[in-house]
C-alpha cells in the first residue's frame, strides 16, 4: 500500500488540476480577481461592510464580557430605566450606525447603479459597445453576436456555446433571456451576475480591464444538470477580438441554413 502513494499521486494530481478546469487559478483566498473596470466598487461595498460589521462586533463583544466581570454574582440586582444621557448615547449610536453603514451602503449602491451596473440607456449608445444576446437553456448559455452588419437575427451572426468573447476596455451590454427556467448568468471576476427570466430580456453590462479566460457560471438552481452550466468568458485585445469576429461571421454566413428554425432565437435588439 504505502507503494501505491507515489504512483497515485501524478494522476491525482492531474485529475485535481483537471477538476479544477478553471481557467485562470484563483487563490482560494477572499473573492476572484477582478478583472473589470467598475468590480472595485462592488467590492468597496463589500469591505465597508466587514469593516463595519467587525468593528460593531468587537465593541459589542467588549461591552459583554465587560459587564459579565463587573456584574458578578457577587453585584446586587437592580431595576433601573436608565437615565436621559444613557437613552441618548444609545439612541445616538443608532442614529450613526444606521447613517454612516447602512445609510452609507444604500446611497453608494444607488449611484453606482445608477451611474454603471444599470446605465444600459447611455452604455449601449457607446459606437464602442460591444452587444450581446444570451440565451439560457438547460444547461448551456448561448451567446449571440450581429457581426458585421450590426443586425441580429440575419446571416452573418456569430453563435457560440458557453463560450463569450469580448475586447478589452469597451463596454459589453447584454440582453440576456431564458427559454425554460430561470437561470443566473455569474461572472465574478466582473462583479456581476443577473437572472434570465423566462417570458422577459433582462441586461447586464461591465467593461473587461484585462485579457485572459474567466469563467462563466449559472447562479441559479436550473436543475440536476445545473453544476455543469459553465462556461469560459475570453479577453481579447481589440485586433484580436476583431479577428474573431471576422473568422466567425464569414463561416457563420457560409453555414446559414434558413430552414433551421431552432438556430433562429435571436430577437430584435431591445432599446433601455
Ligand atoms: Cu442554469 Cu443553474
Not at 8 to 34: I, K, T, V, Y
Not at 122 to 143: F, S, T
Request: hydrophobic share 45%.
Amino acid at each position: 500500500m504505502r507503494r501505491a502513494r507515489p504512483l497515485l499521486a501524478a494522476p491525482l494530481a492531474l485529475a485535481a488540476r483537471q477538476a479544477l478546469a478553471a481557467p485562470l487559478p484563483e487563490s482560494g483566498f477572499g473573492m476572484p480577481r477582478d478583472v473589470s473596470a467598475d468590480g472595485h466598487l462592488v467590492d468597496w461595498l463589500i469591505h465597508y461592510t466587514l469593516v463595519a460589521a467587525t468593528i460593531i462586533f468587537v465593541v459589542v463583544l467588549a461591552v459583554m464580557i465587560w459587564s459579565f466581570a463587573r456584574h458578578g454574582r457577587g453585584h446586587l440586582a437592580e431595576y433601573t430605566h436608565g437615565s436621559k444621557a444613557s437613552a441618548g448615547v444609545l439612541l445616538g449610536a443608532i442614529g450613526f450606525i444606521a447613517v454612516a453603514v447602512d445609510g452609507n451602503l444604500f446611497y453608494r449602491t444607488l449611484v453606482d447603479m445608477n451611474e454603471v451596473f444599470w446605465n444600459f440607456g447611455a452604455l449601449e449608445k457607446d459606437p464602442a459597445a460591444v452587444r450581446i444576446e444570451v440565451n439560457a437553456h438547460q444547461w448551456a448559455w448561448l451567446a449571440r453576436y450581429p457581426g458585421p452588419d450590426g443586425k441580429f437575427g440575419t446571416e452573418d451572426d456569430i453563435v457560440t456555446l458557453d463560450d463569450i468573447r469580448v475586447p478589452v476596455g469597451v463596454p459589453v451590454v447584454i440582453q440576456l433571456a431564458s427559454t425554460d427556467v430561470i437561470h443566473s448568468l455569474y461572472l465574478p471576476n466582473f462583479r456581476v451576475k443577473r437572472d434570465a427570466v423566462p417570458g422577459m430580456v433582462n441586461w447586464l453590462t461591465f467593461k473587461a480591464s484585462e485579457p485572459g479566460e474567466y469563467e462563466i457560471g449559472c447562479a441559479q438552481h436550473c436543475g440536476p444538470n445545473h453544476y455543469k452550466m459553465r462556461g469560459v468568458l475570453t479577453v481579447l485585445t481589440p485586433e484580436r477580438y476583431r479577428e474573431w469576429v471576422e473568422t466567425m461571421s464569414r463561416d457563420a454566413r457560409r453555414a446559414y441554413d434558413p430552414e433551421d428554425k431552432e438556430a433562429h432565437w435571436a430577437w430584435d435588439w431591445r432599446s433601455y
